[in-house]
Nanobody
Framework: QVQLVESGGGLVQAGGSLRLSCAAS????????MAWYRQAPGKEREFVAL???????NYADSVEGRFTISRANAKNTVYLQMNSLKPEDTAVYYC???????????????WGQGTQVTVTV
């Protein structure tokens, strides 16, 4: 099995920073990419940032220049450094990963349980 566990959420004032972590564990033959999504109350889940094998990254326009996604390979962990936070960044942040569990297994999508980020004015 595969588990994704997020941590690092919390309450912060506008302009502040937080760093989220997502640790993958279990049968991890290959991790193709890891990403962060978020869901605000009453809204659909939206893409935030993506790390892909080959060390490429991609960001939503709304967080470009403020958020940075990075991965610690040895720990199968991805981080989301969030700077210059705004009240509109308030949401539950979810980790997502496309993982191949074994050599001849298909790549599957996995989700963490989410971590709350609240940004106050």
């Amino acid at each position: 099995q595969v588990q994704l566990v997020e941590s690092g959420g919390g309450l912060v004032q506008a302009g502040g920073s937080l760093r989220l972590s997502c640790a993958a564990s279990g049968n991890l033959y290959r991790i193709n990419n890891m990403a962060w999504y978020r869901q605000a109350p009453g809204k659909e889940r939206e893409f935030v940032a993506l790390w892909s094998s080959g060390d490429t990254t991609n960001y939503a326009d709304s967080v470009e220049g403020r958020f940075t996604i990075s991965r610690a390979n040895a720990k199968n962990t991805v981080y989301l450094q969030m700077n210059s936070l705004k009240p509109e960044d308030t949401a539950v942040y979810y980790c997502n990963a496309a993982i191949q569990r074994a050599r001849f297994h298909p790549v599957q999508d996995y989700w963490g349980q989410g971590t709350q980020v609240t940004v106050t004015v």
